[in-house]
């Protein structure tokens, strides 16, 4: 008996030794991690975390915690080499712990203010060409919007937002407006692409603007009837209206991959100006004879003509016409 209470004693003994030594050297992965991060060694940070998810992965603070370290450890390696690459890689590996904004305020606005500098960092990038440009331009943009969804008060990211748009305008709206005349002039479909892109951006970067909605509506009026590569599957739209409650929509549809696909009349949607979505109503379109009411498949570089009815609410605007691709990818084609 006093051997086995011995034996008793001796093994809580060890347990105990293990806990202290456990918390002698900075407690569980996750506080030790949160230390590392504290000391700016990210990481370091990242590898408590990674083990701590390992063995608890629905704790509902880890994401959070490998989300700002691994944007932390991209900051860092981006002050260092000014290489935006390794900011960028660093943040798509964040990205993939939090897709949007949390419950917990402080999470939302450390992260919003990462956002801004990531953003800050592309519109210093010097570019290799003019693709490298506009893209560079547009992960600009998209960054500080996406750090104010986080961080709605984030007053960096708002400031150099207006900045952009200020300074952007005019040059968008000129740009428009100088492919639309020369589109007219020598009936090119391309420079009516053009003259949308450049337009859009203008209305986006001061919505309501009267003589940018005037020649987007006449840039439009053009652009809704051309075919462009937008997608695997892509439309346009070559005829319209509306008929006692329904809007009829006359397309053309093709497919640029190199394989057979099918195109699903059920993915097409209007886009209303209320911000609501209208799907295709498979009874009214099936009373047409060019009615697209089930899949069909399409051959590479193939057309496909057909009808779609929607029913709309009445004092409604159809701003735009949607179809979504099988890997998610959207075709858009709005009307005048």
Do not use: W
């Not at 890689?89 to 450390?110: H, I, L, Q």
């Not at 968008?172 to 892109?197: C, I, P, T």
């Not at 029913?311 to 709005?334: H, Q, S």
Request: glycine share 6%; aromatic share 12%; proline share 4%.
């Amino acid at each position: 008996m006093i051997r086995g209470g011995h034996m008793r004693y001796l093994s809580i003994l060890g347990i105990v030794t293990i806990f202290i030594l456990l918390y002698a050297c900075g407690g569980s992965e996750m506080e030790q991690g949160d230390k590392s991060y504290a000391e700016a060694n990210y990481t370091l940070a990242i590898n408590h975390y990674l083990k701590f998810k390992k063995d608890h992965p629905d704790d509902p603070k880890i994401k959070s915690k490998l989300a700002l370290a691994y944007f932390q450890k991209g900051k860092e390696l981006y002050t260092k080499t000014k290489n935006i690459k390794s900011f960028a890689g660093n943040y798509a590996k964040a990205e993939s712990y939090v897709e949007s904004p949390g419950e917990d305020p402080n999470f939302n606005k450390a992260f919003s203010s990462l956002l801004y500098e990531l953003a800050i960092a592309y519109q210093n990038a010097r570019p290799e060409n003019e693709v490298q440009k506009e893209q560079y331009f547009n992960n600009t943009l998209d960054y500080l919007n996406l750090a104010l969804e986080f961080d709605g008060d984030n007053e960096q990211a708002e400031t150099a937002l207006q900045k952009i748009y200020d300074e952007n305008f005019e040059a968008m709206f000129n740009k428009g407006v100088d492919f639309y005349k020369r589109a007219r002039r020598e009936k090119n479909n391309d420079l009516y692409l053009s003259a949308e892109y450049y337009l859009s951006r203008a209305d986006h970067f001061n919505p309501g603007d009267p003589k940018t909605e005037e020649y987007l509506s006449k840039v439009r009026k053009q652009t809704l009837s051309i075919l462009k590569n937008s997608g695997p599957v892509s439309f346009c739209v070559v005829g319209y209206k509306k008929d006692k409650g329904y809007f009829l929509t006359d397309i053309t549809a093709s497919n640029f991959t190199s394989a057979t696909m099918e195109i699903d009349p059920n993915n097409f949607q209007l886009e209303l100006d209320d911000g609501s979505l209208i799907n295709m109503d498979g009874k009214k379109t099936a009373d047409f004879d060019k009615a697209l009411t089930t899949k069909t498949a399409l051959e590479p570089r193939k057309l496909l003509d057909g009808v779609l009815a929607f029913k709309v609410p009445a004092k409604t605007k159809v701003l735009a016409m949607i179809y979504t691709n099988e890997d998610g990818r959207e075709v858009r084609k709005y009307f005048p």
